[in-house]
Nanobody, 117 residues
Framework: QVQLVESGGGLVQAGGSLRLSCAASGSAFSFKAMGWYRRAPGKQRELVAVITFGGTTNYADSVKGRFTISRDNAKNTVYLQMNSLKPEDTAVYYC???????????WGQGTQVTVSS
């Protein structure tokens, strides 16, 4: 059974930094893409950043230049370095992984990020 375990969320002041990690386990295949989504209170879930197995990245306009996504394919782990955090970045952040071969998408349980002004 595939599991995604996130860590690294917390409370930080505006302008600060956090690093999220998501480790995938139990998969028979590597992951075609891994990424981060977020859901702020009262809003729909939105894509934050995604990275392919080959290292191609894509970011939401709102985080470009502030957030950096990376991955360790050997460890099936994806990271999100978040710098210059703003109160509007406050949300529950979810890890997502699309499995090769099956193309099934798995989700983590979510980790809270709160940015105080």
């Amino acid at each position: 059974q595939v599991q995604l375990v996130e860590s690294g969320g917390g409370l930080v002041q505006a302008g600060g930094s956090l690093r999220l990690s998501c480790a995938a386990s139990g998969s028979a295949f590597s992951f075609k893409a891994m990424g981060w989504y977020r859901r702020a209170p009262g809003k729909q879930r939105e894509l934050v950043a995604v990275i392919t197995f080959g290292g191609t990245t894509n970011y939401a306009d709102s985080v470009k230049g502030r957030f950096t996504i990376s991955r360790d394919n050997a460890k099936n782990t994806v990271y999100l370095q978040m710098n210059s955090l703003k109160p509007e970045d406050t949300a529950v952040y979810y890890c997502n992984a699309e499995q090769m071969v099956t193309l099934y998408k798995y989700w983590g349980q979510g980790t809270q990020v709160t940015v105080s002004s």
